[in-house]
Nanobody, 124 residues
Framework: QVQLVESGGGLVQAGGSLRLSCAAS????????MGWFRQAPGKEREFVAT????????YYADSVKGRFTIASDNGKNTVSLQMNSLKPEDTAVYYC?????????????????WGQGTQVTVSS
């Protein structure tokens, strides 16, 4: 089991920034990488970004590329998501997730464990 706890959500005006953090504990040695997803009301959960623990390879959804940055601190088993130039359409509950493979990186199917989520609201 891997336990994930997110923090850092909140309310921000359009154009502002927020930084989300996710702390992993438990059987983290089985994890190959972490991802961030988000889910807006009435919509499916969608991929935002992912990072590999080793070599730090990163991948982003086109909608956030150039605005969001995912980073990891392997020594602390934490992953962050720096979100800049936020838009109202970024409003959602953001979830971090852990995966034990390298397939389906952009899909919820590729992830084994999930945090409880943190709300991000961007006002216009």
């Amino acid at each position: 089991q891997v336990q994930l706890v997110e923090s850092g959500g909140g309310l921000v005006q359009a154009g502002g920034s927020l930084r989300l953090s996710c702390a992993a504990s438990g059987r983290t040695f089985s994890s190959t990488g972490m991802g961030w997803f988000r889910q807006a009301p009435g919509k499916e959960r969608e991929f935002v970004a992912t990072i590999n623990w080793s070599a730090g390879g990163t991948y982003y959804a086109d909608s956030v590329k150039g605005r969001f940055t995912i980073a990891s601190d392997n020594g602390k088993n934490t992953v962050s998501l720096q979100m800049n130039s936020l838009k109202p359409e970024d409003t959602a509950v953001y979830y971090c997730a852990s995966r034990s493979g390298y397939r389906y990186l952009h899909s919820t199917a590729g992830y084994d464990y999930w945090g409880q989520g943190t709300q991000v609201t961007v006002s216009s």
